[in-house]
């Protein structure tokens, strides 16, 4: 059995190993996190990282060095690949407190808010605008509108084969295998993704064109990396102008516009995000823009239709004030 004095990187990778339900950017992500704390203890500690230092003092010492040379978000981050890893420890046996997880009482970092916002309605249409006029403009434009009016997550989307792409229907399939959730779902494609997509791939769009190719490729016919669309939105940021772009904010941009537009309900939302936590639907879905919401019928608006269709009038006070409402 290994002690606490075992190296971590050890547990580290047994960990990993176990953890084989994780999505592929969840493990990158973990193993990022657990990395940097093991450099990090042995920068401050002037020894090899073992088992035991994954206890409340040594891992609230980091989280507060993440939060001064990262951000609030990059230590929740860290938090949570920490407790994961804490969490198989103790279940293994290898390393805990009293059976349960020797991190169980490290608190969460607090953030003020979430770390991505929702483009509003003027940077959304120079995105779309300046995603036309690039080197490659139809397949950018066709990813951008897709990740706006799709909701798909960047891994989703270069997982995309022809296949998943049903016209007639107007359906996108998001199989288990490129799906953080690891479960397949059916998200709606809306008519401007749909013409989007058909324009690129009739007319643009290089490589094979079996069921089983890439949608998206690049200018020699090969699939698109994760990597790749990123290097896609760095561009578009120094075009637009918009300091905190990234294609993440795709994401959170469509699941607040889907609100807005009444696409669906708050369940709608969620399932057509892959989402198992309605959490994760409050995280992305932002507030709409103040301008709408005083547009929005006055709280009163369903008494005064009840008030009208009853037959006995309300009394004077009240009708008063439902006819100012």
């Known amino acids: 059995m290994r002690s606490k004095d075992a190296p971590l990187e050890g547990v580290t990778h047994s960990f990993m190993l176990h953890r084989h339900d994780l999505s592929e950017r969840t493990q990158e992500w973990y193993s990022y996190n657990l990395r940097y704390f093991r450099e990090w203890c042995e920068a401050t500690l002037n020894r090899e990282a073992v088992v035991g230092d994954v206890e409340p003092g040594t891992v609230n010492a980091y989280l507060s060095h993440r939060n001064k040379t990262g951000s609030e978000h990059v230590a929740r981050a860290a938090w949570v690949s920490l407790r994961a890893l804490a969490t198989f420890m103790a279940e293994q046996g290898i390393h805990h407190e009293n059976g349960e997880s020797a991190l169980r009482k490290v608190r969460q970092p607090r953030c003020k808010e979430d770390g991505r916002r929702a483009l509003n309605d003027s940077e959304m249409w120079k995105l779309i605008e300046a995603a036309g006029?690039?080197?490659?403009?139809?397949?950018?434009?066709?990813?951008?509108?897709?990740?706006?009016?799709?909701?798909?997550?960047?891994?989703?989307?270069?997982?995309?084969?022809?296949?998943?792409?049903?016209?007639?229907?107007?359906?996108?399939?998001?199989?288990?295998?490129?799906?953080?959730?690891?479960?397949?779902?059916?998200?709606?494609?809306?008519?401007?993704?749909?013409?989007?997509?058909?324009?690129?791939?009739?007319?643009?769009?290089?490589?094979?064109?079996?069921?089983?190719?890439?949608?998206?490729?690049?200018?020699?016919?090969?699939?698109?990396?994760?990597?790749?669309?990123?290097?896609?939105?760095?561009?578009?940021?120094?075009?637009?102008?918009?300091?905190?772009?990234?294609?993440?904010?795709?994401?959170?941009?469509?699941?607040?516009?889907?609100?807005?537009?009444?696409?669906?309900?708050?369940?709608?939302?969620?399932?057509?995000?892959?989402?198992?936590?309605?959490?994760?639907?409050?995280?992305?879905?932002?507030?709409?823009?103040?301008?709408?919401?005083?547009?929005?019928?006055?709280?009163?608006?369903?008494?005064?239709?009840?008030?009208?269709?009853?037959?006995?009038?309300?009394?004077?006070?009240?009708?008063?004030?439902?006819?100012?409402a």
């Open 133 to 324: 006029k690039t080197e490659n403009g139809a397949r950018d434009r066709a990813i951008v509108v897709t990740l706006l009016g799709a909701g798909l997550r960047v891994g989703e989307l270069t997982g995309l084969r022809l296949k998943d792409l049903d016209f007639r229907e107007r359906t996108i399939s998001v199989r288990a295998s490129t799906s953080k959730s690891r479960h397949t779902r059916t998200v709606t494609m809306v008519h401007e993704v749909a013409k989007e997509l058909d324009r690129y791939l009739a007319d643009y769009r290089k490589g094979p064109d079996d069921s089983d190719a890439p949608v998206f490729t690049n200018r020699d016919g090969r699939p698109m990396s994760r990597v790749s669309v990123g290097l896609v939105f760095r561009r578009l940021k120094l075009r637009t102008g918009i300091r905190d772009l990234c294609a993440h904010m795709c994401r959170h941009t469509w699941a607040t516009n889907f609100r807005r537009a009444g696409s669906g309900d708050i369940f709608d939302l969620q399932v057509e995000g892959g989402w198992s936590d309605l959490r994760m639907v409050r995280r992305y879905s932002k507030t709409r823009p103040l301008e709408e919401r005083r547009r929005a019928p006055s709280p009163f608006a369903a008494a005064r239709r009840s008030y009208a269709d009853r037959e006995s009038p309300p009394q004077a006070g009240a009708l008063s004030l439902i006819r100012s």
